[in-house]
């Protein structure tokens, strides 16, 4: 059975519970995707299935996933296509439309982004470190200091933290807990926050 769906973070706002208390939610424009491919065959050697998210024409797409979606009887393009893991990928159909009605309010589900890029930061950015002498004469405010001795092992050592690309990776929000479903307007209202800009794309799966 398909537990996952693609969306968009359409941003960040606050409901209120029933003490009158502020909880931070994530809205999430979820669905509606279409089944574009289906894996289950021992070629395969894994069950999965290939989403569609946000139909566009079939002509908008490059020449490789145009001869991909044809081979698999699809009609339109999609501004994205990904994988998900399923139990039994054989009882799906190509085409099956997946809507956010399978998530239901009170589950707990894992979303997955792209994290906001931050380009190349310092140590006390990147890391936390904590900043050199702020007064005159001294020669390092933000400098990430010794990176190791001369002597021995005379190099650095693996995995030392240092300057470098901030963002713009991977990341797994675990056992988010859905607020709302509103399957009428393919929303989807989780608590807490979820990885990315606004208008971003994220996976969201059940919890387990």
């Known amino acids: 059975m398909l537990n996952g769906i693609i969306g968009r973070k359409i941003g960040m706002t606050r409901i209120f519970d029933t003490d009158g208390q502020a909880v931070p939610v994530t809205v999430i424009e979820a669905g509606p995707c279409f089944v574009v491919q289906r894996k289950?065959?021992?070629?395969?050697?894994?069950?999965?299935?290939?989403?569609?998210?946000?139909?566009?024409?079939?002509a908008k797409a490059n020449k490789p996933e145009r001869g991909h979606l044809e081979k698999h009887g699809s009609k339109s393009a999609f501004e994205v296509l990904k994988e998900i893991r399923v139990a039994d990928a054989g009882a799906l159909e190509a085409g099956q439309e997946v809507t956010v009605a399978q998530f239901a309010i009170g589950e707990r589900v894992t979303i997955t982004g792209t994290s906001k890029g931050k380009g190349f930061q310092g140590t006390v950015k990147r890391h936390g470190f904590r900043r050199g002498p702020m007064s005159h004469g001294s020669m390092s405010h933000r400098a990430p200091g010794s990176i190791g001795a001369s002597a021995f092992p005379s190099r650095v050592i693996k995995g030392k933290r240092l300057p470098g690309h901030m963002g713009n990776e991977r990341v797994t929000v675990k056992n988010l807990e859905v607020i709302d479903v509103r399957p009428e307007d393919n929303l989807l209202v989780v608590k807490g926050a979820v990885p990315g800009p606004r208008q971003g794309i994220v996976l969201i799966r059940k919890a387990g």
Do not use: H, W
């Open 40 to 58: 289950f065959t021992a070629r395969d050697g894994y069950e999965a299935v290939q989403l569609g998210f946000a139909r566009k024409s079939l």
